[in-house]
């Protein structure tokens, strides 16, 4: 199946600015960013597209019972909609497809990387009232329900780090595998096996919405990475990123290095002279070595 293609320059532009926007508002809507980020890789994605996707979690949302209680009983009414009834869930040949990190794509498919599954968990339990928040674990995206805060969670994610059941006010689920609730020994599993480190408490945070989309960009360009052919996707979800408030610096030269490989060659010299500019305050030799690609750049013009 042909993978997604962005839309024209024109649309290009008006999503870039919308998503800048709702970036930079006082509360970012993460289903919006999303949806946005799906129609900058998806040229079929029009604004009925985006409406339609924003009116079927509304619809799951009012599928779920009134307020079902305990964290764990909202772990069970998700699960039971979402991974039994909707068959939401994640395969490794997910990773292969562009599809899975967009979100009007995993709506209509019921399948997607492990942060869009836990997207759509998200955004159905927050309309419906729950006490709901994403959690980036290193390597996976799960799911957290109940209290949330630098002081009612404490206890809760240090027993999980060591090895104990999550007390009932903190219920962690994995989307990707349906909705499947995890215990403390789970969720250890899943770090290690990611990093071959131990579970920290900091890991349980919640995730800021932010982050979260910048998670998703970051996925998107390590799926175009691994295929040259679509820089394409590399250069428009780089794009995305750097409309993001808070992001890292080195994005701008990835941007930079990109479009040289690109062949866009004078345009990558001086956005590589305008970050070493930027490194030479703190990194004089740096700056240098970047300078010194810029020159290079150029002498492929002649």
């Not at 969670?153 to 962690?172: C, H, S, T, Y």
């Not at 990093?195 to 982050?211: F, I, K, R």
């Not at 956005?271 to 290079?296: C, K, Q």
Request: charged content about 25%; overall charge negative; some cysteine.
């Amino acid at each position: 199946m042909r993978s997604p293609h962005p839309p024209p320059p024109e649309r290009s532009a008006e999503l870039r600015r919308r998503f800048a926007e709702e970036a930079r508002s006082e509360r970012p809507d993460l289903a919006t960013l999303c949806l946005l980020v799906g129609a900058a890789a998806d040229g079929t994605l029009d604004e009925a597209g985006i409406d339609a996707a924003q009116i079927e979690l509304d619809a799951l949302a009012g599928r779920l019972p009134y307020r079902p209680g305990t964290p764990r009983a909202w772990a069970s009414a998700l699960r039971e909609l979402l991974g039994e009834r909707c068959g939401f869930h994640g395969a490794q040949g997910d990773y292969q497809r562009l599809e899975s990190s967009l979100l009007h794509e995993v709506l209509r498919r019921r399948r997607g990387l492990p942060i869009l599954l836990s997207v759509v968990w998200l955004e159905v339990a927050r309309r419906a009232g729950a006490p709901v928040y994403g959690v980036g674990l290193p390597g996976h995206f799960v799911v957290g329900l109940g209290e949330a805060g630098a002081t009612a969670e404490a206890k809760p994610a240090e027993a999980v780090a060591r090895g104990e059941a999550v007390p009932e006010r903190q219920v962690l689920v994995d989307p990707f595998e349906g909705g499947r609730v995890l215990t403390g020994a789970d969720t250890e599993l899943l770090v290690a096996g990611a990093t071959g480190a131990p579970l920290e408490p900091s890991m349980l945070v919640p995730a800021d919405p932010l982050n979260v989309v910048l998670r998703v960009l970051n996925n998107i360009r390590a799926w175009a990475e691994a295929r040259p052919e679509r820089s394409d996707v590399s250069l428009w979800a780089l794009d995305l990123s750097l409309l993001l408030p808070s992001r890292p610096a080195e994005l701008r030269y990835e941007r930079a290095r990109l479009l040289v490989r690109r062949g866009d060659f004078l345009e990558g010299a001086d956005e590589l002279e305008a970050y070493a500019e930027v490194v030479a305050a703190v990194d004089e030799p740096a700056a240098d070595r970047i300078r010194g690609e810029a020159r290079a750049a150029r002498a492929l013009l002649n």
